[in-house]
Nanobody, 126 residues
Framework: QLQLVESGGGLVQPGGSLRLSCAAS????????IGWFRQAPGKEREGLAS???????RQDDPVKGRFFVSVDIAEKTMYLQINSQKPEDTAMYYC????????????????????WGQGTQVPVSS
């Protein structure tokens, strides 16, 4: 069982930056994909960025260039750096992990991820 705990959410002004953290109960192992998702009120959960077990990064087009994912293996923590925040970035942000192929990891389908954190809220408002 892999447990994930997100932190770092909070109110951000438009144009600001924020770094979210996702602490894992154990180090990612071969075949595991880790990813960040978000869900805004009334909308479906969407994938933002993922890292596969070969450390290849994938970012969804709408957030490409603004959202960056990284991993600190020693700390067993995954990060999501969010730059140039917009009001439409307001959402609950989740990290997730699961065993899947590299292609599935790149597609970031939520149903493929078995383990989820509890989420951290990020409101973007002036």
């Amino acid at each position: 069982q892999l447990q994930l705990v997100e932190s770092g959410g909070g109110l951000v002004q438009p144009g600001g930056s924020l770094r979210l953290s996702c602490a894992a109960s154990k180090v990612a192992y071969a075949g595991v994909c880790i990813g960040w998702f978000r869900q805004a009120p009334g909308k479906e959960r969407e994938g933002l960025a993922s890292i596969d077990s070969d450390w290849r990064h994938r970012q969804d087009d709408p957030v490409k260039g603004r959202f960056f994912v990284s991993v600190d293996i020693a700390e067993k923590t995954m990060y999501l750096q969010i730059n140039s925040q917009k009001p439409e970035d307001t959402a609950m942000y989740y990290c997730a992990a699961g065993e899947m192929s590299h292609d599935s990891c790149a597609r970031m389908g939520a149903s493929a991820f078995r383990f989820w954190g509890q989420g951290t809220q990020v409101p973007v408002s002036s």
